[in-house]
T-cell receptor, first 116, second 115 residues
Framework: AQKVTQAQTEISVVEKEDVTLDCVYE???????LFWYKQPPSGELVFLIR??????QNEISGRYSWNFQKSTSSFNFTITASQVVDSAVYFC?????????????FGAGTRLFVKA | GAVVSQHPSRVICKSGTSVKIECRSL??????MFWYRQFPKQSLMLMAT?????????EQGVEKDKFLINHASLTLSTLTVTSAHPEDSSFYIC???????????FGPGTRLLVL
């Protein structure tokens, strides 16, 4: 069965601090996909990154970086030099094959507050 | 990037009425569309998965007769909340993807308030 755990419910940091959002997943499949989405107060989910299970290479995109560790089933997300505009709820998601197709489930989300 | 639109963005209706929400993929063909429901400060809960031209697959606990889903074309899916009640008030979000394992792109969501 799939499961995505985001243990941090809320995180509060001061602007310019680095912050890491944790994501741990469970799956029995060898082929799966991991995602991070940002949900700002407006409500619309913004796609941040997609990773397939065969690609453990870490990725950096500007102030964002992701650390995929299959050995610990984790896909953590770090924001460097956080800014007020980073305040949002961040969701980690796992997509794996089920009967009839692929199914994506979301973690509970981590609410990030960045204070000026 | 891929754009998904939803209409309406907000709807207020009386108890007992039906509400239709449209989801469109604007710049790509979506083989699969998904409907999610999100309560305040909670995660997204998958309601159903629909593939173009076939019946939707509903998640356990979701009433298919209450939440009617139609995926008539590769760019349009509709969710109709039939005989809406106050407990159906929620944020409904659709998403679309081009193929298996591909990224899901999300619409801006529809806030439904049933009085």
């Amino acid at each position: 069965a799939q499961k995505v755990t985001q243990a941090q419910t809320e995180i509060s940091v001061v602007e310019k601090e680095d912050v890491t959002l944790d994501c741990v997943y469970e799956t029995r499949d060898t082929t799966y996909y991991l995602f991070w989405y940002k949900q700002p107060p407006s409500g619309e989910l913004v796609f941040l990154i997609r990773r397939n299970s065969f690609d453990e290479q870490n990725e950096i995109s500007g102030r964002y970086s992701w650390n995929f560790q299959k050995s610990t089933s984790s896909f953590n997300f770090t924001i460097t030099a956080s800014q007020v505009v980073d305040s949002a709820v961040y969701f980690c998601a796992l997509s794996e094959a089920v009967t009839g197709g692929f199914k994506t489930i979301f973690g509970a989300g981590t609410r990030l507050f960045v204070k000026a | 990037g891929a754009v998904v639109s939803q209409h309406p963005s907000r709807v207020i209706c009386k108890s007992g009425t039906s509400v239709k929400i449209e989801c469109r993929s604007l710049d790509f063909q979506a083989t699969t569309m998904f409907w999610y429901r999100q309560f305040p400060k909670q995660s997204l809960m998958l309601m159903a998965t629909s593939n173009e031209g076939s019946k939707a697959t509903y998640e356990q606990g979701v009433e298919k007769d209450k939440f009617l889903i139609n995926h008539a074309s590769l760019t349009l899916s509709t969710l109709t909340v039939t005989s809406a009640h106050p407990e159906d008030s929620s944020f409904y979000i659709c998403s679309a993807r081009t193929g298996v394992g591909e990224t899901q792109y999300f619409g801006p969501g529809t806030r439904l308030l049933v009085l």
